[in-house]
């Protein structure tokens, strides 16, 4: 159960693992998460599905190496297994022929982006994705974006690839050019907070996919809970995805600070024990 | 049967050993426990148990009634004077033995039923004005001796029926269910979401007083039976209802809980440092967050407060000392009276410093520019007319609020059934609050479902979900012998 069939380095600190989990395989749609333990004594994480293979039985999974779980994760090798994936988890997509959807991608959420962009693409959308980094070597899976859109719209803060600039230039560009019909955006929450201001203005309807903090994933604990439209709401059941205009973003990145200090001291602790810079 | 008839010689011989009279006159065994502030400050279990002799003096209490009221006040009806008897005449194992014939989790039990609500509630002596035979403190007695010795006698199990059944869940209602349902000859699987066996008995209930070694003895005990397991396997989204029929599963019975923690929506409650008692108790209990080697965090608290008055609240304000807090507080909106916690909890929460302040209730949290929550405005309360429950409803004193200092707040106000599963099944009739609607059979509105405990209750106790999964395997393999 839950071996890791193959592996790929997408950027340095990036890795993609497909892992066996058949029956997951099956029933996940666009925009489901899996939660994952990597080892006996591991926490529980939450991870998007980037896609999944139905006859091989597997899923594919992106990890960016931030703490001690995701770089436990990276280090895993070909052949290993993961002591705990459960799901598919949380609400599909809600996908249906909306006419133009952007979709709005910061870093490695272009990973879970990647279902949604098919499935819209499919569901007879014209797709515009915009792919947003650092820098050029953090642009993720962008042939396989580029497979499922429309077009594709390279932004990076430096200018080393494509435009230089934020996501948030790239779609404003769009929305300017063309009438926008949808936009979902997933990535870091300030990146998301500042899509949903930015589509606001415009009136463009705006679903992000929200990642907080998460235990169990299922609904029974309430620590991934976020404030939408002035009511409290559990990401892992009610979610992940929101109206991006009426989520609570400051409190969002207030709570995924709550243990902070904690997950620095771990990750210094394990660099040091495993000779990591 | 030898073990349980009454009339069998070498239990009326015991009944003529002793006279009614002298039974009567002997003192209750007190437990034997750590001490309050060495136990604080450690996750050992805190009640230590009878040793042999204390076992035998208790056992001698009991009159052995022609008409125990005892078994009427036990939800899954053991036999009590039987097995009390076997322990008198210094058979332990076969005292296990007759737990084993009606409950799955006799040393789950004994340790965490809330028995001077049920079997020793109704036991003779406190109809004379003395304290009842301490039947629960027996029943840990048996289930540890039986485990201890290495020698765990497996039930008798009927010849295979050929019919698979599936349970959604593995908490006491579930746990309770597979065993009956095995016995009986039925090909058992069960279904747990999480990444362990045991439900609540694991993630929430601590180690101080259920050890989860403890929780898989039993466990081990099921599978000897030919229960299966499946962990991290969510029913409704890893698997379907419609996958469980094409898999060749003729029942399922749904145990999933009611796991949804209850908020109270007030202003600030989702400041960093307030959250559940199922967040609190799941990251320690669960994934270790309090040991080293373990990767889940948990916030620690100097001053912790937990708001509410039940067993999870005692559960989670000792956790609190026992992870660092030098004042740990229990705020509950009535008096001490009115809490649904058992006595012997807030016994043993006192015993190990915890403050009770009654009578309050939270109505804001206020956080620092970091949006931690550091204090929480109380309101007085005091208590007016009875309400529907019959308790004595709280109300507001005007204008009288204070101001307390805490860094975290664990919310314990109880939880709602999770819809989950109900959601996810076509045609099951569900009632406002969310539990699944059951006939007095636990039979759902879809003849091969049947369903029990925190899902049917909204949040009770582990016997009570006990109680429904051994009526529920009773009612399902009637339904499914066509009788």
Same mark, same amino acid.
């Given at each position: ?19 066996? #989990? ?83 991608? %910061? ?171 | ?62 009159? $052995? ?11 899954? %009806? ?50 004379? +004005? ?35 059944? #599936? ?68 029913? +409704? ?87 660092? #807090? ?41 956080? $620092? ?82 369903? %029990? ?31």
């Amino acid at each position: 159960m839950n071996k890791i069939v193959s592996k790929e380095f997408y950027s340095e600190n990036v890795a993609m693992l497909e892992v066996e #989990a058949p029956l997951i395989a099956k029933s996940r749609r666009a925009g489901h998460f899996v939660i994952v333990r990597v080892d006996e004594n591991g926490e529980r994480i939450p991870l998007t599905i980037s896609s999944s293979d139905v006859e091989k039985g597997t899923i594919t999974l992106v990890v960016q190496r931030i703490g001690v779980s995701s770089a436990k994760l990276c280090a895993k090798q070909v052949g290993e297994c993961l002591a705990d994936v459960v799901g598919p988890l949380g609400k599909a997509t809600h996908i249906e022929n909306f006419g133009t959807v952007v979709c709005a991608c %910061g870093g490695v959420g272009t990973a879970p982006m990647l279902p949604i962009a098919a499935a819209m693409r499919a569901a007879g959308n014209k797709v515009v994705s915009v792919l947003a980094a650092r820098t050029k070597e953090l642009i993720i899976l962008e042939e396989q974006m580029r497979a499922v859109s429309d077009e594709v719209i390279i932004m990076t803060d430096d200018g080393s690839y494509g435009n230089k600039g934020l996501v948030t230039n790239g779609v404003e560009d769009v929305i300017k050019r063309e009438k926008v019909d949808m936009c979902v955006t997933i990535g870091p929450a300030i990146m998301m907070k500042f899509v949903a201001l930015l589509t606001q203005k415009y009136n463009v309807p705006t679903i992000a996919s929200l990642n907080t903090i998460m235990v169990d994933g299922t609904g029974m604990c309430g620590a991934c809970r976020v404030t939408v439209d002035g009511q409290t709401k559990f990401v892992c059941v009610d979610g992940p995805e929101f109206d991006a205009h009426k989520v609570n973003f400051d409190e969002m990145m207030s709570r995924l600070g709550s243990y902070k200090e904690q997950e620095r001291e771990a990750y210094d602790r394990y660099k040091k024990e495993h000779n990591l810079g | 049967m030898e073990l349980t008839d009454r009339n069998a010689a070498w239990r009326e011989e015991l009944r003529k050993s002793i006279k009614a009279k002298e039974r009567s006159g002997f003192t209750r065994v007190a437990m034997n426990e750590l001490d309050g502030e060495y136990r604080s400050h450690n996750s050992e279990e805190v009640n230590l148990g009878l040793t042999e002799e204390q076992a035998l003096a208790e056992s001698k209490r009991c009159l $052995d009634c022609l008409n125990p009221g005892c078994i009427t006040g036990c939800p899954v %009806g053991i036999d009590i004077p039987a097995f009390i008897k076997n322990i008198e005449r210094g058979h332990f194992a076969d005292a296990a033995k007759v737990l084993k014939m009606t409950s799955s989790l006799p040393a789950v039990c004994g340790r965490v039923c809330p028995q001077e609500k049920q079997c020793e509630s109704k036991c003779i002596h406190l109809k004379m +004005g003395k304290p009842a035979v301490a039947i629960g403190y027996l029943e840990r007695f048996a289930a540890d001796y039986e485990r201890k010795s290495g020698e765990a006698s497996v039930p008798e199990i009927a010849a295979p029926k050929g019919k698979k059944i #599936a349970v959604v869940g593995s908490g006491p209602a579930g746990l309770s269910f597979s065993g009956d349902m095995a016995k009986l000859g039925y090909d058992v699987t069960v279904f747990e979401a999480l990444h362990e066996i045991g439900g609540v008995l694991k993630y929430g209930i601590p180690e101080f007083r259920l050890p989860n070694s403890i929780v898989d003895g039993e466990i081990a005990n099921l599978e000897k039976m030919g229960v299966k397991f499946v962990k991290d396997c969510i029913i +409704g989204k890893t698997l379907s209802f419609d996958d469980l029929k094409a898999d060749g599963f003729e029942g399922v019975f749904v145990a999933s809980g009611a796991g949804l923690p209850n908020f109270m929506g007030i202003k600030g409650e989702n400041l960093i440092g307030v959250m559940s008692s199922n967040e609190y108790l799941t990251r320690v209990n669960l994934l270790g967050a309090a040991r080293e080697d373990f990767d889940t965090p948990v916030l620690r608290g100097k001053r912790v407060a937990v708001i509410g008055g039940g067993n999870t609240a005692m559960d989670s304000v000792r956790t609190a000392r026992r992870l660092g #807090a030098e004042t740990a507080m229990i705020v509950y909106r009535r008096s001490e009276e009115e809490m649904p916690a058992r006595l012997e909890e807030v016994h043993h929460a006192k015993q190990e410093g915890v403050i009770f302040k009654t009578l309050h209730n939270p109505i804001e949290y206020y956080g $620092d520019e970091k949006g931690r929550v550091k204090q929480m405005l109380l309101q007085n309360m005091e208590l007016g007319e009875p309400d529907a429950s019959g308790r004595r409803r709280p109300v507001p004193v005007e204008g009288a609020t204070e101001l307390v200092d805490v860094d975290l707040v664990i919310v314990s106000v109880g939880v709602s059934p999770n819809p989950l599963i109900p959601k996810s099944v076509n045609g099951l009739e569900v009632s406002k609050k969310g539990t699944i609607v059951v006939n007095e059979e636990m039979q759902s509105s879809i003849p091969t479902v049947f369903a %029990g405990g925190d899902i049917v209750r909204g949040g009770a106790t582990v016997i009570l979900a006990m109680g429904d999964g051994r009526k529920a395997a009773a009612a399902m393999d009637e339904y499914l012998s066509g009788k």
